[in-house]
């Protein structure tokens, strides 16, 4: 699949998340993904992980074989930058 | 033949640390379960694996069991820490450390 159509799911379930999401080897099944959400605040990593599985739904099942996914609030990643 | 969920139950709670993985930690067939084994060889505390490929029931099973649809998973004092990308992540902050010695050091979980 389409990086493009993984990243308007995640900017779907989460309204107002940056999102940028690459093929990692251009087989379109295999992506790797940075989400920066107001929503993870609080969250562990678990919680913010299943959220952009959840956003995925069936997807993340048939369609794409791996995922490499780093999940970050706004201000973990100012601090990166 | 118990089901899936009171296998993986029982596996997570006789063993402080269980990595449910494609393949096994010599053999790992998958790069993502191979990056996790490399984490708690380095880590060098004991671990138990479970080879989900030669269990399709355990394969489906604990995608469920933990809401999680990826192989591997990690489970340490029988609660789900997380993937390699977690696992790797939490890692390099210093954090796994943390988890696994506060784990080692605490009584057996029955």
Known sequence: MDPMELQQMIERALPGAHVEVRDTTGGGDHFEALVVSENFEGKGLVERHQAVYGALGDAMRARVHALTLKTLTPSQYQNRR | ?110
Request: proline fraction near 5%; hydrophobic fraction near 40%; aromatic fraction near 10%.
């Open chain 2, 1 to 110: 033949m118990s089901s899936a969920s009171e296998r993986i139950q029982s596996t997570i709670n006789s063993n402080k640390i269980v990595l449910f993985m494609k393949g096994n930690r010599n053999f790992p067939m998958c790069g993502f379960s191979a990056a996790t084994v490399q984490v708690f060889e380095e880590l060098g505390a004991p671990y138990e694996t479970v080879d989900v490929l030669a269990d399709q029931e355990i394969r489906e099973g604990v995608k469920v069991y933990s809401n999680w649809p990826t192989i591997p998973q990690v489970y340490i004092d029988g609660k789900f820490v997380g993937g390699c990308d977690i696992i790797r992540e939490l890692y390099e902050s210093g954090e796994l450390q943390t988890i696994v010695k506060t784990a080692m050091s605490a009584p057996a979980s029955h």
